[in-house]
């Protein structure tokens, strides 16, 4: 009796497996939505420096261009950035400082560029472990946008954003 028991509820339990693999799982698969996949061609040019004056002050400047559409048949962004670091000890330094990005005209504003305005600060570290160095990078950005009221006009007065 025991054993007849056992045997119907093994069989109860593959039942009910059997019917949410065959029946649950093809619907789960087909309810998933479809992606459309855009692919652009980019290049990103960039020349970064940090100019040391003494044991204490630094110039960190940082110059980006980034091109689109079959990499070089338009220009996408450049961003300008410079800042000032000061040492807090060999291996920690904090920089403040001010970046200028540019965005051409794109699809949503295709005869005006939009400038921003990123006031920054970071706090960078540097942890060693033999003959390996792990740097540590925080930074804040504040991201003041110009605002784009049609196509062809820009709206005076900023968006504020900040990234972290």
């Not at 065959?22 to 698969?29: D, K, Q, W, Y």
């Not at 940090?50 to 002050?57: A, D, E, I, L, V």
């Not at 940082?62 to 800042?83: A, M």
């Not at 706090?123 to 990078?137: A, D, H, P, S, V």
Request: net charge positive; with cysteine; proline share 1%.
């Amino acid at each position: 009796m025991l054993k007849v028991d056992y045997e119907k509820r093994c069989l109860f339990i593959i039942l009910r497996y059997c019917f949410v693999f065959i029946f649950c799982v093809p619907l789960a698969v087909s309810t998933q939505a479809q992606k459309n996949t855009e692919h652009i061609n980019q290049l990103w040019f960039s020349y970064f420096n940090q100019t040391r004056f003494n044991n204490k002050w630094e110039l960190w400047t940082d110059l980006n261009l980034r091109t689109k559409d079959n990499f070089v048949d338009k220009l996408s962004v450049s961003i300008v950035r410079f800042g000032l670091s000061y040492y807090l000890a060999d291996n920690t330094k904090i920089t403040a400082g001010y970046a200028w990005a540019n965005f051409f005209s794109a699809d949503n504003h295709k005869s005006s560029s939009r400038t921003e305005h990123r006031p920054w600060q970071q706090i960078l570290w540097k942890t060693n472990y033999g003959k390996k160095t792990m740097m540590q990078t925080i930074r804040l950005e504040e991201r003041f946008r110009e605002k784009i009221l049609n196509d062809s006009f820009v709206k005076g007065g900023y968006n504020f954003n900040f990234k972290l």
